[in-house]
């Protein structure tokens, strides 16, 4: 087989295997519509395949428009990609930086083709102009260190993605560059070029689309795992997690508090359910920003929450439970206008050496209806020795 037959064959194989994340990368948006940087990242790979294309098969012809036209293709996929990958993590670059980089480099490569003819030029402001932008974003990105490990891969992939360009482009190309086509076609950097992106330009593809995969099951399992009205733990994600503290730690001291709005019932009816809707959204959320980090709360349904409190003996539990009361009881501005005092009544215990999650939680839920019983808007605990349970003004 002719030797140039077989070379244009191997230059094709990146942009084929591009162009075939570009369709994954549709595929996945197809999937979840709302990530729109899949289609940025589509962009990409079909931009780079076509500057690929344009430069192997002279289209323009003519060198200088064919180095002006696959230049402003390369580069263009260049800012697709790291526009991508920002706006996945909700930052951006922003379209008239992208349009004045293309612009400057699309300038440039003219003036070193027909004022100052500079082959070497044109190849160090692409090759070091995309490195920036890519050093650029991934510094943008720097925040996906504290992420899940597709996370950390994905920047660091990027990072040396982008520096990628600078020793590279030295050490192969140097001060002197091949002028003949041919020759130029089977030197060290055209050669190491094509290696790098073969390694990492579709590696970062991979991750990217690892990312991709792994944001929309986390997605999934979230709306699986969530109350969407409250934002805190349905009861299967509530006790899915239970299992698993008290699998890691099953000698931990474990605490359960159990609340209940007092009279829902009666908001519903009084003001409507949107109204109540709005009740049980605020609780959630006050549970949420009142309870600790290593708290886990959840909805159990209608109008009764749960908040596991780990490594909490029965004193700490009974004061974590009464600060989330008093929490609920002052409300929200909004709430107290609309319906008036909104109070909750809870029950707690501590996990006993031998007893069950279950064993637990019907012992709460027991001291939960006696606290219901005894005047609502109290906390009642076992085991909490001097407590002392006042009942309070306001009853709702």
Not at 323 to 331: F, K, T, V
């Amino acid at each position: 087989m002719d030797a140039s037959v077989v070379r244009i064959t191997l230059m094709l194989m990146v942009p084929g295997i591009l162009s075939v994340f570009g369709v994954a990368f549709v595929c996945a948006w197809f999937i979840d519509k709302k990530r729109d940087y899949l289609l940025l990242l589509a962009g990409g790979c079909g931009l780079f395949a076509c500057g690929a294309t344009s430069q192997l098969f002279g289209w323009p012809p003519g060198v200088g428009p064919n180095a002006i036209v696959s230049g402003a293709l390369y580069t263009s996929a260049v800012l697709a990609v790291a526009e991508g990958v920002l706006l996945r993590s909700q930052k951006r670059l922003g379209w008239r930086l992208d349009v004045a980089v293309v612009c400057v480099i699309s300038l440039a490569l003219a003036w070193f083709f027909y004022i100052d003819r500079n082959l070497l030029a044109r190849i160090y402001i692409q090759n070091f102009g995309y490195g920036a932008i890519l050093l650029v974003a991934a510094v943008k990105l720097r925040s996906l260190l504290r992420g899940r490990l597709v996370d950390k891969a994905l920047f660091w992939v990027l990072l040396v993605f982008a520096l990628h360009f600078f020793p590279r482009t030295l050490l192969t190309v140097g001060l002197s560059v091949p002028l003949d086509r041919v020759a130029f076609a089977n030197s060290v950097f055209w050669q190491a070029l094509q290696l790098s992106l073969a390694v990492l330009g579709i590696g970062l593809a991979f991750v990217i689309l690892a990312a991709a995969i792994a944001d929309v099951i986390d997605d999934l399992r979230r709306e699986r795992d969530f109350d969407p009205l409250t934002g805190v733990l349905n009861r299967r994600g509530f006790e899915e997690r239970v299992s698993m503290l008290l699998m890691k730690s099953p000698r931990g001291t474990t605490a359960l508090a159990l609340c209940d709005i007092d009279n829902f019932k009666n908001i519903n009816d009084s003001h409507g359910h949107d109204v109540g809707d709005n009740v049980l959204r605020e609780v959630g959320q006050l549970l949420r920003t009142s309870a600790r980090k290593r708290d886990i709360v959840g909805r159990l349904g209608g109008e009764e929450f749960a908040v596991l409190l780990p490594d909490t003996d029965a004193r700490e539990a009974y004061e974590c439970a009464e600060r989330l009361r008093a929490a609920i009881e002052n409300g929200t501005p909004v709430t107290r206008d609309t319906v008036g005092p909104v109070t909750a009544s809870f029950g707690v215990g501590s996990l006993g050496p031998r007893e069950t999650w279950q064993d637990l939680y019907k012992r709460v839920d027991t001291l939960l209806y006696q606290a219901k019983r005894t005047g609502r808007n109290r906390t009642v605990a076992d085991e909490v020795p001097g407590r002392i349970e006042r009942p309070t003004e306001v009853q709702s």
